[in-house]
């Protein structure tokens, strides 16, 4: 492989680290890590992070607007999903490289 194809272009890399910061945050990651065993709603989330309603709600917003979880409201309830399976990928690498059990 060439140097030139192994080179990842400055969008990119501004791509890649607003997602990443934006994942970056303890109660984001860990809602991710849920999210990426299945659809939750927030309410199941809330209870699996320890959280206030509210706080949840803005973790998931920051996702929502990053384009990397999505939702469908069912009745009363709203339940998320990740809908970038590149993000599933990476969650999923990084509980295999970091998370021995």
Partial sequence: MKQD???IK???IEI???LLKSMSHPIR????CLL?????????LREQVKT???NVSQHLNILRSQGIIDFRKDANFIYNR???TRIAA???KMRQLFCPD
């Fill in 52 to 54: 206030t309603n509210a």
């Fill in 5 to 7: 194809e192994k080179d």
């Fill in 36 to 44: 990426e065993e299945g659809e939750m709603s927030v309410g199941d």
């Fill in 16 to 18: 890649i680290s607003r």
């Fill in 90 to 92: 990476l969650i999923e």
């Fill in 29 to 32: 990651l860990k809602i991710l």
């Fill in 82 to 84: 990740i809908t970038d």
């Fill in 10 to 12: 400055d969008e990119h």
